[in-house]
Nanobody, 124 residues
Framework: QLVESGGGSVQTGGSLRLSCTADGHDGSMNCLGWFRRIPDKEREGVAAIGSDARARYADSVKGRFTISEDNAKNTLYLQMNSLKPDDTAMYYC?????????????????????WGQGTQVTVS
């Protein structure tokens, strides 16, 4: 079970840190990712990290967002800085098996098996 927290409302330029706690996390789920969905739009990949700790990001968030994990706490984080109104969305964390030698980033999330319930981020 994946549980997100940390969403909220911030002004443009502000920061938020999302957390995703994995209860009963299966250590084989080596791909961990953050995704977001805007109403009436397709889900999109934001960031992902693999067992090698190599992080990948969508072009739209590079330099502003940082994905990290604390294995001791079974927690995945997404630090979001310099937020823009375009970042307004429901954010989801997800876990899955490795699916590509290129890493764990997915633009759609279709390769991921386990999902949290989402946390809303609103930037105004």
């Amino acid at each position: 079970q994946l549980v997100e927290s940390g969403g909220g409302s911030v002004q443009t330029g502000g920061s938020l840190r999302l957390s995703c706690t994995a209860d009963g996390h299966d250590g084989s789920m080596n791909c961990l990712g953050w995704f977001r969905r805007i109403p009436d739009k397709e889900r999109e990949g934001v960031a992902a990290i693999g067992s090698d700790a190599r992080a990948r990001y969508a072009d739209s968030v590079k330099g502003r967002f940082t994905i990290s994990e604390d294995n001791a706490k079974n927690t995945l984080y997404l630090q979001m800085n310099s937020l823009k109104p375009d970042d307004t969305a429901m954010y989801y964390c997800a876990a899955g098996l490795p699916f590509s030698p290129m890493g764990c980033f997915s633009s759609t999330g279709n390769e991921y098996s386990y999902w949290g319930q989402g946390t809303q981020v609103t930037v105004s």
